[in-house]
């Protein structure tokens, strides 16, 4: 037979050159496209025709991680990990905000004490318009702070009694949604004793501790010093007109307000002239409180600049926040809240030993499987990504279960936007209005009310960290935590895969093939 060289014609027509060796990863193979679909190396299949015996890689490892019982284990220990991670750290997250939430709308965000002589009423106005004109202040609210000793029917508690303005408190602060009992009209904002007495309101656990309802008497007593040097002791008579749910404790358990007026008389000598119209403490309020450190020197400058025109001398000034009072308490939150991720992360790892050993034995069980499809041509880097891709299924589809379980678990979850940042949450961690006289119910947590249910108590102390319980358990979930948790969680479970996955590629095709 002759043997034409390629491009060359015979009399018959175009002859096709010879079948020439082709390297193919380091090897010589003869006319691979030539060869029968059933003979050509695994994974070089280009057609519809010869699937089932080119099966792509991704295939082999759903057929792996689909068709064992045991991978269900992986599944179910992944989506157990990631559940608790997500409900464990939507309750410390959501009682961080919660706590955050009521002390700074309720309590003082800003506050510039005057020590010594009190300013009247002239200078209050005067520099609480200069402290208005810092940008980030909406408004500025006089108050009188002092401790005393209440006593309601033969019993008597310490208590911090506060003197306030309460046109300017309904317009600044959340105090009438905290109101138990009455409504105050911010048109015309009464105390509502019709005149026989100045009225009062009490924190919702010293009520109940001093046995005090609204339209009770109660009895609030002062020690003063008087110019011998002993102490004259100060009592006036109150009308309870309502009591307050902050959800703050302190405030809750020894917190009294009573008319700026009534607070000015009765701790104010009388040496000062208008003793009842002295001001003892300016209270800012700002459009952002998380900035209330970043204003606080501002607003403490312009106090100090106003007062000493005003008074002709420089006055002794205290200036305090929110963020520092309840400094303490949210720093040990947050320590606690990272450590609790470090610990759930370390479950993380012991759901992803568990995705290891599996994988151990399944590639143990399966390495004549491996053998053969060295055999035909499956390359080592082929084996390893099938197994890694068995790793990611299953860290995938728990991911997707554990998700699912945890926000169920946490919900039913609000969407909530709060400086800028898209939130989920439940139990009213975020900002919503609040109301002591509307239930909640429907927004707490099923876990809080099935295990309520189960328990016959509720699953956290609702004192606990200031929380009122009046909306159950607070949580809050961030959607980047859930992607973070997500992509840990499939991060874990490939990683644990690498192993085996080495250790099958690896194997000699027939070594593979002789094992038992």
């Not at 792509?56 to 068709?67: E, I, N, Q, V």
């Not at 157990?80 to 309720?106: H, S, T």
């Not at 606080?296 to 106090?303: D, G, R, S, V």
Request: proline letters at 6%; hydrophobic letters at 40%.
């Amino acid at each position: 037979m002759q043997i034409v060289e390629k491009g060359q014609f015979s009399g018959t027509g175009y002859i096709r050159p010879p079948i020439r060796p082709k390297r193919i990863r380091g090897r010589f193979v003869d006319g691979i496209e030539n060869r029968p679909a059933s003979v050509r190396p695994f994974g070089s299949g280009r057609s519809g025709k010869d699937y089932d015996d080119t099966m792509p890689y991704f295939h082999l490892a759903w057929r792996y991680a689909s068709r064992r019982l045991v991978n269900l284990i992986a599944v179910v220990a992944i989506a157990l990990a990631l559940a608790v991670q997500i409900v464990a750290m939507a309750v410390l997250d959501g009682m961080l905000a919660d706590m955050e939430k009521r002390v700074r709308n309720l309590g003082e965000q800003v506050t510039i004490r005057v020590e010594g002589e009190p300013p009247n009423q002239a200078a209050f106005s005067k520099t609480a318009e200069a402290i208005r004109k810092v940008n980030g202040v909406r408004g500025v609210t006089p108050l009188i702070q002092r401790g005393g000793i209440i006593e309601s029917g033969g019993s008597a508690k310490y208590v911090l009694v506060q003197g306030i303005d309460l046109a300017a408190e309904l317009a600044y602060s959340s105090l009438s949604g905290h109101l138990l009992s009455y409504k105050p009209d911010p048109d015309r904002p009464e105390w509502g004793t019709n005149g026989d007495r100045p009225g009062i309101f009490l924190g919702e656990q010293l009520g109940r501790d001093i046995s005090a309802a609204p339209g009770n008497e109660v009895d609030l007593f002062y020690a003063i010093r008087n110019h011998s040097g002993g102490f004259d002791v100060k009592s006036r008579k109150f009308r309870v007109v309502s009591l307050f749910r902050s959800g703050v404790f302190q405030k809750d358990d020894y917190g009294v307000y009573i008319p700026i007026s009534e607070a000015g008389s009765f701790y104010f000598d009388a040496d000062y002239p208008e003793p009842d119209r002295r001001v003892e403490v300016f209270v800012a309020w700002l459009e952002n409180p998380a900035r209330a450190d970043e204003l606080e020197p501002l607003i403490a400058q312009a106090a100090r600049s106003t007062l000493s025109a005003e008074t002709g001398r420089e006055p002794n000034l205290v200036s305090d926040t929110w963020q520092k009072r309840w400094g303490g308490i949210a720093e040990g939150m947050k320590h606690e809240n990272n450590l609790m991720e470090l610990v759930l992360f370390l479950n993380d790892g012991a759901s992803g030993f568990c995705v290891f050993a599996i994988l151990v034995t399944l590639v143990s069980r399966r390495i004549r499987d491996v053998g053969l499809l060295r055999c035909i041509g499956a390359t080592r880097r082929g084996v390893l990504g099938a197994f890694l891709i068995v790793g990611l299924i299953l860290g995938a589809s728990g991911g997707i279960l554990g998700v699912a379980g945890g926000m169920f678990l946490s919900g039913p979850l609000t969407l909530e936007t709060v400086g800028g940042e898209t939130l989920l949450s439940a139990g009213g961690a975020v900002e919503r209005p609040l109301s002591g006289l509307e239930k909640a119910d429907d927004r707490r947590p099923r876990l809080d009310i099935w295990y309520e249910a189960l328990a016959g108590q509720p699953l956290y102390p609702p004192r606990m960290f200031g929380i009122s319980g009046e909306a159950g358990l607070p949580m809050l979930v961030r959607p980047w935590k859930l992607a973070l948790y997500f992509f840990s969680a499939v991060l874990v479970a490939v990683s644990a895969a690498a192993y085996p996955a080495a250790w099958a590629a690896c194997r000699e095709p027939m070594s593979a093939l002789r094992e038992d």
